[in-house]
């Protein structure tokens, strides 16, 4: 298995261009989340979905939107990018039933400017 | 979900065990305590959870005290490569729960050769 895979590893954009951030699991999880990490900080959770076709705002999703047409795809859509969304993004996913055990991707930096 | 704090920082020597304090006061009884770590710029690895008996795997140990306030991990034989920063999350767990995590500042351990 390959596990949580993410594209592209790195991207920078200009201030109010669009972007979609790429999360795959080959691991039939049913829950997916989208997380960002600011620099010396924790991780915030931006969307998560419990399954295909349903999806909820986390703690900071202002800016962003998500889609889950398939269990194995939850891709991240930036719109307008602003210097404010300059950070590394995570994906995760995790087993049905709310269980605790996340599996992360490896990351995607992104720079606005 | 139930507060976590944690000292920012942790020194420890190589081949010693590294002892990670967590205070959860506010803990309530269907609450697991989670314990995550990343490493330099990569995504979070879960390492064990526990609910109130003490819990052993592969990496590492949870020892969590009676009044279930406070918890530690422990790493038995620390590594170089154990240098990360270790998160202490509690939350609920089982079916209906979205399985979100709300990830703190965690504490940077540094093992030193």
């Known amino acids: 298995n390959a596990g949580v895979t993410q594209t592209p590893k790195f991207r920078i954009l200009k201030i109010g261009q669009s972007m979609t951030l790429q999360c795959t699991q080959d691991?039939?999880?049913?829950?997916m989340y989208w997380y960002r990490q600011d620099p010396g900080m924790g991780l915030k959770l931006i969307y998560y979905?419990?399954?295909?076709?349903?999806?909820d705002k986390g703690e900071v999703p202002n800016g962003y939107n998500v889609s889950r047409s398939t269990t194995e795809d939850f891709p991240l859509r930036l719109e307008l990018a602003a210097p404010s969304q300059t950070s590394v993004y995570f994906c995760?996913?995790?087993?049905?039933?709310?269980?605790?055990?996340?599996?992360f991707g490896p990351g995607t930096r992104l720079t606005v400017t | 979900d139930a507060k976590t704090t944690q000292p920012p920082s942790m020194d420890c020597a190589e081949g010693r065990a590294a002892n990670l304090p967590c205070n959860h006061s506010?803990?309530?009884?269907?609450?697991?305590v989670y314990w995550y770590r990343q490493i330099h710029s990569q995504g979070p690895q879960y390492i064990i959870h526990?609910?109130?008996n003490n819990e052993t795997n592969e990496m590492a140990s949870l020892i969590i005290t009676e009044d279930r306030k406070s918890s530690t991990l422990i790493l038995p034989h620390a590594t170089l490569r154990d240098t990360a920063v270790y998160y202490c999350?509690?939350?609920?767990?089982?079916?209906?729960?979205?399985?979100?995590?709300?990830f703190g500042q965690g504490t940077t351990l540094q093992v030193k050769p």
């Open positions: 995760a996913s995790s087993t049905g039933q709310g269980a605790g055990e996340q599996y």
């Open positions: 691991m039939n999880h049913n829950y």
């Open positions: 979905s419990v399954g295909a076709g349903i999806t």
């Open positions: 506010t803990i309530s009884g269907n609450e697991y």
């Open positions: 526990g609910l109130k």
């Open positions: 999350i509690v939350r609920t767990r089982g079916s209906g729960n979205t399985g979100k995590l709300i």
